[in-house]
């Protein structure tokens, strides 16, 4: 499937500009299903439904291959990463593992201020939101939290890891009216225990939180298949 005008144009912008826009309104399109899996991005196309250059549209397809959003076929070109059941289980595995390794970190490396950044992302993580906007929050959030300050190797698995969830959290929260809520509550909750300086609290809450998204998203997808 080939992309075709779905997203307003940009306007005028600087390079740099171009291309912050562009890799956010392309995620926004990817994450929220107007742009579904396997979707063909033609950087010519984009380009000219975004009202930019060619440069910043290649800029920002690299930058969401890097975040695993967008997969680059020498063939088909680029196109939006397709999700799989497989693809589903491997990550969230990952991240069980890696989860207590993180914790133990990063309530030694958290700050104050990171904190209260964190808290101020989950209060306008409301029920009436986007859900876009919900996504794009909860990756911010968790890469707040979830970040190591210390061990460079596994902040960088771990954001990559948080990328490509977006795509399953999506699904997550677009099919579950409920799940929303459920969210909610744990990333309250996860911000109380960081304060508390509790790791084994942060892991147990965060790999129920992982465990729900992973259980609602696999249903849905087993549906799609059916």
């Known amino acids: 499937m080939k992309a075709n005008g779905v997203m307003p144009s940009l306007g005028s912008s600087t390079?740099?500009?171009?291309?912050?826009?562009?890799?956010?309104?392309?995620?926004d399109a990817i994450?929220?299903?107007?742009?579904?899996?396997?979707?063909?991005?033609?950087?010519?196309?984009?380009?000219?439904n975004l009202a930019v250059s060619v440069t910043p549209v290649r800029e920002a397809l690299r930058e969401l291959e890097s975040q695993g959003l967008v997969d680059f076929d020498p063939f088909r070109g680029a196109t939006v990463h397709q999700v799989s059941l497989a693809e589903l289980d491997e990550v969230y595995e990952i991240r069980?593992?890696?989860?207590?390794?993180?914790?133990?970190?990063?309530?030694?490396?958290?700050?104050?201020?990171?904190?209260?950044?964190a808290e101020t992302v989950v209060n306008r993580m409301t029920l009436r939101v986007s859900d876009t906007r919900w996504v794009d929050d909860n990756r911010l959030l968790h890469r707040l939290l979830d970040g190591t300050s210390g061990q460079a190797h596994l902040r960088a698995i771990m954001r990559r890891l948080s990328d490509i969830s977006s795509l399953y959290v999506g699904i997550s929260v677009t099919t579950d009216p409920a799940r929303r809520r459920r969210a909610r509550d744990d990333h309250k909750a996860l911000v109380k225990a960081y304060r508390k300086r509790d790791a084994?609290?942060?892991?147990?809450?965060?790999?129920?939180?992982?465990?729900?998204t992973a259980a609602v998203a696999r249903t849905a997808l087993v549906a799609d298949q059916a």
């Open 96 to 117: 069980r593992a890696l989860i207590p390794i993180a914790a133990r970190e990063r309530v030694r490396t958290i700050t104050d201020e990171e904190l209260a950044e």
């Open 15 to 27: 390079v740099r500009t171009a291309h912050r826009d562009v890799t956010e309104r392309l995620r």
């Open 200 to 212: 084994e609290q942060v892991t147990r809450i965060s790999l129920r939180h992982i465990a729900d």
């Open 31 to 48: 994450v929220s299903g107007v742009l579904p899996a396997g979707t063909r991005l033609v950087q010519a196309d984009l380009a000219a």
